[in-house]
């Protein structure tokens, strides 16, 4: 390390929840002006190590921890957040923490209010003194510029789009004169990629402003741009700490789950054009807020895997949403040559069709029920599927049996990490929970499969085996996928061809081995009249 | 030590705390003056009398839509059941079959259309349904007045129209359930063998449902009602399913609990009957969106029991008639406490 003091330094910490080790011996150094990146799987240990620098109560409550923070040399042991903010250090979390009611400029010198005296009060003091609105807007601004991003101070909270809000998160922790780390846990999750690129840059210039940076993301490639120093976590320990020149992101990757990743699989290569045709979209609407389909035309052939890509709000979502009934739908939606009911989720179901939603909690699972209702309930109620007709067929018995026996044979084929079948779902870990979603998908035995969004929030190991389950079923049933996600490289791991749509139409469709720059320019929409051309 | 913990994880420390209480209130029973055998008894034929109208409360809590405070619709459908059955001069067995058969398409039309209008107010349920409850009851109370029955046994023997307001079920269908195949030890003791074993019917009908396709469908659509949706379930035709169910189930459950009472109460009768049967049911450990028979036969015992037991022995205790006043705190007090119990378990 340089001569200079590090501004943090975090020296053998070790905690312990209930006798269960989940940091050891972590040491840390981060100086003024550095970006630091911390990765690691889910449950290595990033956020209790960020609890313990913020003094969350979480971790006093819980026995504290052992081992030395100090700052600037100076060692310190917070006991609350409050005391972490006033030694300069700032987070912005996943969740905003934002009043929508209020301004921006509000927002962002929340508590840090300037204020003036009044008449008043010299009468009844301090408490009834009024806000200096022209100041604050002032010191709202100056942080806002330094962000290098365009926000109005006096837009309301409520009325900002996703990316404004983390700005202005972003906003309200520099605004401090003295911050000094600031801790960004998954900033970019709810980011589109270009607002994330922007959010980049800013990072990039705070850092030059002398302010140390932890970045904690799931994006390896946002930490191999920004980063001047990644450390990677697992399982508690810090197994690697390496400058970003001298690394790249598949030992990033590697490192983290600590088996290697298998290299992205080049297309299936029997893929093969001519093969009949499943499904096919003609002029598909869907109105579905936040991703509009407005004209879509599509054919899919039997057996592939068909990407669905673009950028996040241009209506790639609402393709399958609206194909499967979920939101309202017009157009016509043919497969195997008969045109099915839109605005029906049962006639979709029935006519063959399965969908694994990107809404995973909300549309996706029953999260307290077991995990054999999970996986068994749409085959049941769609098809009639583990039911046992009493009276002649009066009564349909639900065969209790049945349905814990093929929850048991999912459970085993796509390796689930639970205690039995009767675990409420709410209990699994995201990647579990995804891999249910599945199974309830496969059970229904589909001709063609959506699958949405499988890899969102969940971890890198979890991914690879999301994708390695659905190839196979692909390859052993012959299943049709459409999978539509936000990751290209993960489309480009698996699909055999991909659409990118790009403001509600289809802007082209790219064979996976086209390059990104092809990719991207469809993204953001500047090849749309040559693609439109073709058609 | 363990399963101990585990037992009462299970069971949830409201439940232990209630029986304990309920425990000690017969403990302490016999040193006042009060007999055990007939508390006993009073208890179990209380559980009898409002077992059907708590087990009402299942379908629609199972359905996400809340517990069903408009219980008196239901209830007004078994008294019209049951003073349709008297009019026609129904008696004994027939006459109790009777007022369940003539009550049922009432219940069906009534639980249609409440939960038609349920279906329309998702998210508030619990407050519409109180004041569809509380306005139904207003509006036949005009009703009873104005329809036309005739017998001399239910109209006001002044003026000679208008129903009064309770009916004597003697010489018609008084404890025809409870007198079948009835137990009786001593003087003091009486097991009312065929109301429980109806009760046990009426929870095994239930339960039997819940195992059905379709039963399994409103569990789904409680649970979560956009996964039901997403897996082809008409969710609004779920609710309205359940709403029935509760609907008919209170229309039963007021018919068994007057043969046992001994008579028909018109007019507010209905008005409170909705609270036991709720605060039982919470008590039970049902939360906003889930329940089982379980919860019905455990909260019932528990709410009834205390019901029963802590006038009687506060009463001998300090030797003065504060029977009413003790029993309205002691079952007011339950349903306070019930209600702050409600837990909507988190989607």
């Known amino acids: ?535 | 030590m363990n399963s101990i913990r585990r037992f009462i994880e299970k069971a949830g420390w409201p439940r232990i705390i209630i029986a304990m209480l309920l425990l000690s209130l017969f403990i302490v029973a016999p040193s006042v003056g009060v007999r055990v055998d007939q508390s006993i008894t009073d208890t179990i034929v209380r559980f009898g009398m409002n077992g059907i109208l708590v087990l009402g409360m299942v379908p629609m809590v199972q359905t996400g839509c809340g517990l069903n405070f408009g219980l008196p619709l239901g209830i007004i459908a078994g008294l019209l059941g049951a003073t349709i059955s008297i009019e026609l001069g129904l008696t004994g067995l027939a006459g109790f079959a009777g007022a369940m058969v003539l009550a049922a398409p009432f219940a069906l039309l009534f639980g249609w259309s409440y939960g038609k209008l349920l279906n329309r107010v998702k998210g508030d349920e619990m407050m519409i349904a109180t004041y569809v409850g509380f306005s139904s009851v207003s509006f036949m109370c005009m009703m009873w007045m104005l329809l036309p029955y005739h017998s001399s046994k239910m109209i006001w023997g002044y003026g000679g129209a208008g129903l009064r307001t309770t009916i004597s079920l003697e010489g018609f269908w008084l404890h025809i359930l409870d007198n079948f195949l009835t137990v009786r030890i001593g003087s003091n003791f009486m097991f009312p063998t065929g109301m429980i074993l109806f009760f046990a019917f009426m929870a095994l009908i239930m339960w039997a449902f819940f195992h059905t396709k379709t039963g399994t469908a409103m569990t789904a659509v409680g649970s979560n009602p956009d996964y039901a949706r997403a897996a082809g379930i008409n969710v609004d035709k779920m609710r309205t399913i359940s709403v029935i169910m509760s609907t008919v189930y209170g229309a039963i459950g007021i018919l068994v609990f007057q043969q046992s009472f001994g008579f028909i109460q018109l007019y507010n009768g209905p008005f409170f009957m909705a609270l036991p049967a709720v605060a039982a049911i919470l008590i039970g450990g049902a939360s906003v969106n889930k329940a089982n028979i379980t919860n019905v036969v455990i909260g019932t015992i528990l709410f009834q029991g205390i019901l029963t037991m802590t006038p009687s022995v506060i009463n001998s205790a300090i030797q003065s008639d504060l029977s009413e006043v003790v029993r309205i705190i002691v079952s007011d007090g339950m349903i306070v406490y019930a209600l702050t119990r409600v837990t909507r378990k988190s989607r």
């Open chain 1, 1 to 535: 390390m340089t001569e200079q003091q590090p501004l943090l330094h975090m020296q053998g910490i070790t905690k312990e929840y209930f006798g269960n080790r989940v940091l050891t011996d972590v040491t840390l150094d981060i100086n003024r002006g550095e970006v630091l990146g911390l990765v690691g799987e889910n449950g290595a240990g990033k956020s209790t190590l960020m609890n313990i620098l913020f003094g969350m109560s979480v971790i006093v409550q819980t026995g504290g921890y052992t081992g030395s923070v100090s700052i600037d040399g100076k060692e310190v042991n917070f006991q609350n957040p409050f005391d972490a903010l006033k030694a300069g250090i700032g987070m912005v979390h996943q969740e905003f923490s934002l009043i929508p009611g209020f301004t921006a400029t509000e927002n962002i010198l929340l508590n840090g209010e300037i204020l003036h005296d009044n008449i008043v009060t010299k009468i009844f003091g301090p408490r009834l003194k009024t806000l200096n609105l022209p100041e604050m807007r002032a010191i709202a601004e100056k942080s806002i510029e330094l962000l290098g991003v365009e926000i109005s101070p006096d837009t309301l909270v409520a009325e900002m789009p996703v990316g404004h809000k983390q700005f202005t998160e972003l906003a309200r922790e520099i605004h401090r004169p003295e911050m000094k780390l600031l801790v960004l846990d998954e900033p970019t999750a709810v980011l589109t990629e270009s607002e994330a690129q922007v959010l980049l840059t800013s990072l990039r210039r705070l850092a030059a402003t002398g302010i140390a940076i932890i970045f904690i993301t799931h994006r390896l490639q946002e930490i191999l741009d920004i980063c001047d120093r990644i450390v990677i976590l697992r399982d508690g320990q810090v197994v690697k700490e390496v400058a970003t020149s001298d690394t790249d992101i598949g030992q990033v990757a590697e490192l983290m789950v600590g088996r290697s990743v298998s290299a992205k699989s080049a297309a299936t290569e029997d893929y093969n054009e001519s093969t009949e045709t499943i499904l096919s979209v003609d002029q598909l609407w869907v109105d579905m807020p936040g991703e509009t389909v407005r004209d879509v035309s599509l054919e899919v052939h039997k057996g592939e895997i068909f990407g669905i890509g673009g950028l996040a709000g241009q209506g790639k979502l609402g393709i399958p949403n609206g194909i499967m009934g979920l939101y309202p739908a017009g157009g016509a939606v043919i497969l195997h040559g008969k045109p099915t009911r839109l605005n029906d989720p049962a006639a979709a179901l029935a006519a063959g069709m399965a969908f694994v939603s990107e809404d995973r909690r909300g549309v996706g699972l029953l999260l307290e029920e077991a995990l054999d209702w999970n996986i068994a309930f749409t085959a049941m109620q769609a098809q009639n599927k583990f039911l046992r007709p009493l009276l002649g067929g009066l009564i349909q018995w639900r065969d209790d049996k049945a349905i814990q026996n093929v929850a048991t044979e999912y459970i085993k084929a796509l390796d689930i990490k639970c205690t039995s079948t009767d675990q409420p779902a709410q209990e699994l870990s995201g990647g579990n929970q995804q891999k249910i979603c599945l199974a309830k998908a496969f059970a229904v035995q589909p001709d063609v499969l959506f699958v949405s969004e499988p890899t969102r929030g969940i971890d890198v190991g979890a991914k690879a085996l999301v994708l390695e389950a659905l190839r196979t079923y692909n390859r052993k049933n012959g299943t049709t996928i459409i999978m539509i996600s936000s990751e290209l490289e993960e489309l480009r791991s698996i699909c055999d061809r991909i659409a990118i749509v790009d403001e509600g139409r289809i802007a082209g469709i790219l064979p996976p081995s086209a390059t990104a720059k092809e990719f991207g320019l469809l993204m953001i929409g500047k090849v749309k009249s040559e693609a439109n051309s073709h058609e």
